[in-house]
């Protein structure tokens, strides 16, 4: 037994977690943080119409440290929508159910509409007729929003590659952030997923603000879908 | 009143899929209940005449995604009735028991997402997930991946069957019965599960013989009809169970109905476990590239699934099937969804659709 007191038990220090945007003293400080950080770029934001609607995305460009703490923010508190379409759904709710319980983690509100929602995970293969309705809710969504292809056919078609009715990937209509692959994927990997798109959102991931996008993006209108 | 016109779908988190439901409505009573399906639609019957024959299975399990292993037995089964392959004896036991063991889990799932249809019952979401969850490892460890799991070859199955497999399904059994004795207090003494379910959408037994439902929807009805019993397969004819079969039609029948069944199962497992020899020899055939071949003729096969009667008709080819019709039983049981929703609250369509056990893959096809 080793005299060391276990990393949870210990007091907070003011080192500051390696890789963290962030000092434990800004965190244990975080609401006193953020007005403090409010106020002061509400002095220097020129506000033009309302001080009750300033956009965080332009007070996070201003300032350094407000654009970490709103990335803070955002990334500890994902919401997806609750967005079944096929056998990959089945191991979605498997991710909520008592096996996996991602509540745990924090990743799970599945909200039923899509204004209330960062990231919509496509899971299951997504026909032509089905197209403008995922489209429609990913443009309800509130942003910044994300996607996460769930599963072989909503990353490239799958086993139904060959079927005439069929999108073969999500990209080519949605900017897509996280691909997890399997068929189904195992919730697990849908864990993995969603850390990933957290470092992602966090801004911890080389090149960030990336997504993929198929080449042919307009493919599916000139197809008349 | 005039009546009001309200949409559905297809991206609703009450229709388990891509439903799309018109609804008329004059006030909180529903008129009339149009349903809009195809948004799953990608052309499996098509697919599979291009593939050759064990290609297929993969196709057929992503049908109905609750219940993978049944709808590949049955295409299986077709195939090897169409080559006239014999099956081992001792992987009919063995696919019986994984067969019972999917309906449990299949099961176990519809009851889990009914009671949080039916006002958030998140208790019995969760514990039905938890007992699932057993039932997958189980079938996971027997086949190798844990939904889609592509396990039944012609003549047998993938693989020999795990070394404790016999004491782990026992284990599991005994498991299984205690944990089922549960639910029911929490849904049969719940009030808000009673008022929602108990003289809702009754279907009678004409109505339910002439839009030709079948599976617990038509036991439930009042009709003792199982293809496990009118046309046995495999060791069915050998094992003693009881068809549970109910009067009113109701949505609680239903819930009944399938309860019961889930306990049959476990009795059938317990004797089929019984039947089966320690030292077993499951292996079926391995996949080839050019397999054996199937003689000209054209192959029907039917089989009891978790959610009714199953149908393949299959006019087959030397190596691949010429053509494939399936008969898939929640089509049919959706049809009936207008008839029931005549006259309920607008609520209340939800819960009877959410009783009708519908998987929108298997609908669309």
Request: charged residues 25%; proline residues 5%.
């Amino acid at each position: 037994m080793s005299d060391e007191t276990p990393p949870h038990r210990a007091g907070p220090s003011n080192a500051a977690v390696p890789g963290a945007p962030y000092t434990v003293e800004q965190f244990m400080n975080a609401e006193k943080e953020m007005t403090k950080l409010l106020g002061q770029s509400q002095k220097n934001y020129k506000v033009t119409v309302n001080a009750m609607f300033a956009k965080m995305s332009e007070i996070s460009k201003s300032m350094p440290l407000a654009r970490d703490t709103v990335r803070w923010a955002r990334m500890n508190s994902l919401w997806p929508l609750q967005f079944g379409l096929a056998c990959c759904a089945i191991e979605l709710m498997d991710f909520g159910a008592s096996r996996i319980d991602a509540e745990r983690k924090g990743y799970l509100l599945f909200r039923g509409t899509p204004r209330q929602c960062d990231v919509m995970i496509v899971a299951g293969w997504v026909t032509k007729s089905m197209v403008p309705r995922v489209k429609r809710l990913y443009l309800q969504m509130s942003e910044p929003r994300y996607v996460i292809a769930f599963g072989e056919c909503a990353t490239a078609g799958g086993p139904w590659w060959e079927s005439y009715n069929i999108m073969q990937g999500i990209d080519q209509v949605l900017p897509v952030d996280v691909y997890v692959c399997g068929c189904p994927p195992k919730p697990e990997n849908l864990f993995e997923g969603l850390m990933k798109l957290q470092g992602k959102v966090g801004g911890k991931v080389a090149g960030s603000t990336e997504r993929s996008v198929s080449e042919n993006l307009q493919r599916h209108e000139s197809e008349g879908v | 009143m005039a009546l009001v016109r309200i949409n559905v779908g297809p991206v609703h988190p009450s229709t388990h899929g891509v439903l799309r439901l018109v609804v008329d409505v004059d006030g909180d009573t529903v008129k009339n209940v149009e349903c809009h399906i195809g948004f799953l639609h990608r052309g499996v019957e098509k697919l599979c005449e291009t593939r050759m024959y064990m290609q297929n299975p993969s196709y057929m399990e992503k049908l109905d995604y609750i219940a993978p292993l049944s709808w590949d037995e049955m295409y299986v089964s077709a195939v090897e009735q169409a080559m006239g392959a014999e099956v081992k004896q001792d992987a009919q036991y063995a696919r019986m028991i994984l067969l019972e063991f999917q309906r449990i889990a299949s099961h176990l799932l519809w009851l889990g997402t009914l009671a949080n249809d039916l006002g958030q019952m998140f208790t019995a979401f969760m514990w039905a997930f938890r007992d699932r969850a057993k039932v997958i490892k189980l079938l996971e460890d027997v086949a190798g991946s844990r939904m889609f799991y592509v396990n039944v070859r012609i003549g047998g199955l993938y693989m020999p069957l795990p070394k404790d497999f016999k004491e782990r399904s026992y284990a599991l059994v005994d498991y299984l019965e205690g944990a089922l004795r549960e639910y029911p207090e929490v849904l049969d003494d719940n009030e808000v599960f009673m008022e929602r379910t108990r003289g809702v959408g009754a279907l009678s037994r004409e109505d339910a013989i002439n839009y030709g439902v079948s599976g617990p929807v038509l036991r439930a009805s009042g009709v003792a009809e199982d293809v496990r019993k009118s046309q046995p397969y495999y060791a069915y004819g050998k094992v003693n169970f009881e068809l549970p079969v109910m009067r009113k039609g109701d949505s609680f029948d239903r819930y009944r109905v399938r309860y019961e069944e889930m306990l049959q199962s476990l009795s059938i497992i317990r004797q089929t476990l019984a039947l089966l020899p320690d030292e077993s020899d499951v292996v079926g055939q391995p996949i080839k590239l050019i397999g054996q071949q199937a003689k000209p003729d054209t192959v029907i096969t039917r089989r009891e699934l978790p959610r009714g009667e199953g149908i393949v008709y299959m006019i087959p080819e030397k190596q691949r099937p010429y053509r494939i019709s399936l008969r898939s039983p929640t089509f049919i049981n959706l049809a009936v969804l207008q008839k029931l929703c005549e006259d309920v609250k607008f609520a209340d369509v939800f819960a009877i659709m959410g009783s009708l056990d519908l998987v929108l893959g298997e609908i669309d096809r």
